[in-house]
């Protein structure tokens, strides 16, 4: 199955352009999960309804690192709990190279990974 995560700081701002991201990707209007609050935690409703919907070999779809949180040891801690203990795909579509679908060796993790710890900071 395919998610998308959208988020925005405040109930002010539009998630439109995000939104459509995901429909471009494949992602359909029922698994897109949106919240509307402060990326600082992730305390989000939609955002742990989200986790708890995923499942081995899903794929998770986010726009942007800074979608998905703004506190950098949080983001880590969410990527590896996404990626490593519920063996899910994350695609970052304005970063390829946080596409975990792809370059699955060990090098590829590598570089997910080290691109993740300089783009979250």
Same mark, same amino acid.
């Given at each position: 199955?395919?998610?998308?995560?959208?988020?925005?700081?405040?109930?002010?701002?539009?998630?439109?352009?995000?939104?459509?991201?995901?429909?471009?990707?494949?992602?359909?209007?029922?698994?897109?999960?949106?919240?509307?609050?402060?990326?600082? #935690?992730? #305390?989000?409703?939609?955002?742990?309804?989200?986790?708890?919907?995923?499942?081995?070999?899903?794929?998770?779809?986010?726009? +942007?690192?800074?979608?998905?949180?703004?506190?950098?040891?949080?983001?880590?801690?969410?990527?590896?709990?996404? %990626?490593?203990?519920?063996?899910?795909?994350?695609?970052?579509?304005?970063?390829?190279?946080? #596409? %975990? %679908?792809?370059?699955?060796?060990?090098?590829?993790?590598?570089? +997910?990974?080290? %691109?993740?710890?300089?783009?979250?900071?």
């Amino acid at each position: 199955m395919i998610y998308g995560y959208v988020r925005v700081s405040s109930k002010e701002q539009n998630e439109d352009r995000q939104v459509v991201a995901m429909k471009i990707y494949g992602v359909e209007d029922k698994n897109i999960f949106i919240d509307k609050q402060s990326g600082k #935690d992730f #305390d989000r409703v939609n955002f742990k309804k989200l986790m708890r919907k995923l499942q081995k070999n899903d794929i998770l779809v986010i726009k +942007s690192i800074d979608r998905l949180g703004r506190n950098y040891s949080e983001i880590i801690e969410q990527w590896r709990i996404i %990626t490593y203990k519920k063996k899910v795909d994350i695609v970052v579509l304005d970063m390829p190279l946080l #596409d %975990t %679908t792809k370059n699955k060796d060990l090098f590829g993790t590598f570089i +997910s990974d080290l %691109t993740l710890q300089i783009s979250a900071s």
